[in-house]
């Protein structure tokens, strides 16, 4: 008898089920399986400022707190961490394009910084405004609306302290020329180790985190907590307070929305932190709704 008709003529196994891999490829093809699995873009944000804050007018409070969320949520283009630190080192903290940044916390200036690799030649590392352990992570990791320039040493310094008024000094940044104010570590009046950026940079930090809160309250990113930010709160609205908006400010905000696509309310409309009404109920509450 011949063995190969038998083989033919045996009854085929049963089809073996395709893992998830093989399907994917099996869709290859199919444009709406392709439409469904590719990510969606967020929506191009309006150019003119008037036109992103209209559904803002006329609102107070948690309501505004919630527009706010949903302006900056909607228009935010992630991007990937070593994208947006390239960026942030190139563009963002660069704008004259003459490849000289300022470190965050000491106030010197670093030459020949073209990008991610250079910066980090010099000693300059990426500082997370609202730390990482804090909630810092996944989209809001590579948020450049609370990303710096620091060095190293100086980064460590801050590690993941809140911001806050230093009372009794344990470590202060090495003085440098021409910059006359320092950054410190030490205690507050409640005795709670705190770190104090230098003078001319609070009112920018403290608008760094009222962002933050505002994009991220109710996204609520890995390990997210607003310990630090609650015990900054009183400090941070003073220091909003005393160390108005300024054009360089400005200046960063543009920049930053032409490569992430939102921007930061409280630079555009420093008057937003006192309509939202920022307190320990609203930020325990983290309310997006009235």
């Known amino acids: 008898m011949d063995l190969s008709i038998r083989t033919i003529a045996a009854p085929l196994a049963p ?27 967020p929506p191009k944000a309006p150019s003119d400022p008037k036109e992103y804050y209209a559904p803002a007018q006329a609102k107070e409070g948690a309501a505004l707190l919630g527009v706010l969320h949903d302006l900056s949520e909607q228009y935010h283009q992630e991007r990937s961490y070593t994208n947006a630190r390239s960026m942030m080192f190139k563009f963002v903290e660069d704008l004259d394009n003459d490849d000289v940044v300022t470190d965050l916390y000491s106030g010197e ?10 910066a980090t030649k010099k000693g300059l590392t990426t500082e997370h405004v609202w730390p990482q352990s804090e909630g810092a992570t996944e989209a809001a990791k590579s948020d450049m609306h609370h990303l710096r320039p620091a060095f190293q040493s100086l980064n460590t310094h801050r590690s993941n302290l809140p911001y806050g ?57 890995g390990g997210y907590s607003t310990g630090n930010f609650l015990h900054s709160l009183k400090t941070l609205l003073q220091w909003h307070a005393d160390d108005p908006v300024s054009d ?21 409309h420093p008057e937003f932190v006192d309509k939202v009404g920022f307190s320990e109920r609203l930020v325990k509450g983290r309310k997006v709704d009235a």
């Open 109 to 118: 200036t670093v030459s020949g910084v073209g990008g991610l690799r250079t």
């Open 248 to 268: 360089a400010e400005r200046a960063r905000n543009e920049a930053i929305a032409r490569v992430q696509g939102n921007r930061t309310p409280y630079v555009d």
């Open 15 to 41: 089809a073996t089920p395709l893992a998830p891999s093989h399907l994917a490829r099996a869709t290859v093809d199919d444009p709406a399986a392709i439409a469904a699995a590719k990510p969606k873009e």
């Open 165 to 221: 008024v230093v009372k009794d000094p344990v470590w202060a940044s090495p003085p440098v020329k021409g910059v006359d104010e320092l950054s410190m570590v030490g205690t507050d009046e409640t005795g709670t180790k705190v770190f104090t950026p230098r003078a001319s940079m609070r009112g920018d930090l403290a608008r760094d985190q009222f962002y933050f809160f505002t994009r991220y309250h109710g996204d609520k990113p």
